[in-house]
């Protein structure tokens, strides 16, 4: 999709307002001209930001379950607010986002403070083993890292009724039956609205399996 079809799914999908449409278009200006003091995206996918970055973290929000929406969201790896910053642009939740390397997350707080975020988005600048043990609604992860790590790293910020939002491109698959040889829970792939090759894997109930 072009600029203009994603602003329209927006619009329709998601119900993003005129208002909402201007600052994620901020947060896009803000992105671009860091992008040219260290790499925040690839420079290939500048010229399809709308689609390859907007709205590829926009459609977790349709994989939440609705009374999940507004709930406590942590967001792993955030990187440049990809895709926390988003989702809480466009959403209502409490998000938090975990970023260890100093430049991104100076650059995230320079950008909740240009989108006016402050009271719903926070930031954790260190690594994430470091980072406080507390229960979420929903958990997000993009390009962070292979799955089976991912739950051992993170399953301490869940519990069971907690949602998983793990985008993880064309080797979704592989991941996911490497993770359920030491992971069980209820999981799900879900084609990417982005990418014809990608899934998104949604997942509760993660816990460790039992050694037999």
């Not at 406590?72 to 209502?92: E, F, K, R, T």
């Not at 988005?121 to 406080?132: A, F, H, K, N, P």
């Not at 064309?170 to 999981?187: K, M, P, S, V, Y």
Request: charged share 30%.
């Amino acid at each position: 999709m072009d600029e203009s079809a994603v602003r329209h799914w927006l619009a329709d999908a998601l119900h993003v307002s005129r208002e909402t449409l201007e600052r994620i278009e901020c947060y896009i200006a803000l992105l671009t001209e860091e992008s040219r003091h260290q790499n925040l995206i690839a420079q290939s996918t500048m010229d399809v930001i709308w689609e390859r970055h907007i709205r590829d973290s926009a459609q977790l929000l349709t994989l939440a379950d609705p009374d999940l929406r507004a709930g406590a969201w942590i967001d792993l790896g955030s990187g440049p607010g990809l895709p926390g910053l988003i989702l809480a642009l466009i959403g209502d939740m409490r998000m938090t986002l975990v970023e260890v390397r100093k430049k991104r997350v100076e650059f995230l707080h320079r950008a909740i403070d240009r989108l006016a975020l402050g009271g719903r988005v926070t930031v954790e600048g260190r690594r994430l083993e470091r980072v406080e043990s507390a229960t979420y609604d929903v958990i997000t992860a993009r390009a962070f890292t292979a799955l089976p790590r991912l739950f051992a790293l993170a399953h301490r910020f869940s519990n069971a009724h907690t949602q998983w939002l793990l985008p993880k491109g064309r080797r979704a698959q592989e991941e996911l039956e490497e993770a359920r040889r030491t992971w069980q829970g209820d999981f799900a792939l879900v084609p990417s609205l982005t990418d014809n090759e990608a899934h998104i894997i949604v997942a509760r109930n993660v816990k460790p399996r039992r050694r037999s």
